[in-house]
Structures are given as structure tokens and as C-alpha cells.
């Protein structure tokens, strides 16, 4: 178990290990859900992209057509959030 200090501002910090347990890089989100009884759930806060979001990002990328296997791979890294 990991143990957190809570600074005088009401800040904590996680340490690495917390952080690459989530699946959570510097800039990504966290969230954290309020149970009953003091308790909390963290997790990674995954994108929730629509299908607009994913096609604007191919947006201007191509100048020739796409192969099967580039649309598979952008679709991959859009779905994930990564650019």
C-alpha cells in the first residue's frame, strides 16, 4: 500500500510506481470517485473521444490514400489518444 502526504495547500503527490500502476503519464488525468465511508477509487481518466474528434485528427496528415494498415494504426492511436 502506498501512503500519501497531504500538504498544508491539501496537495498530495503520487510516486511513480502509483502513477505507471494506473497507466498514468505527466499531463494525463486521474479521476477519483467518492464511496461511502471515506473511501475513494482512483483510475486513469481515459479520453471519451466521439467520431468527429478521431476524423479531424486525420485531418491534413495524408496528401495520398490511406492503406488499410495506416487507417488500423491512426485508428489505434486516436481510439488511445495519443496523436
Known amino acids: 500500500m502506498a501512503t500519501l502526504k497531504v500538504t498544508e495547500r491539501g496537495q498530495v503527490t503520487f510516486r511513480k510506481e ?7 503519464r505527466p499531463g494525463e ?6 464511496l461511502p465511508n471515506g ?3 482512483l483510475e486513469a481518466a ?5 467520431i468527429n474528434e478521431f476524423i479531424g485528427r486525420l485531418k491534413g496528415r495524408r496528401k495520398k490514400v490511406a492503406t488499410l494498415e495506416e487507417i488500423h494504426e491512426a485508428t489505434a492511436r ?6
Open 18 to 24: 502509483v502513477l505507471r500502476h494506473l497507466g498514468v
Open 29 to 34: 488525468r486521474i479521476e477519483l470517485n467518492l
Open 39 to 41: 473511501r475513494g477509487m
Open 46 to 50: 481515459r479520453p471519451t473521444g466521439s
Open 78 to 83: 486516436g481510439w488511445a489518444g495519443k496523436k
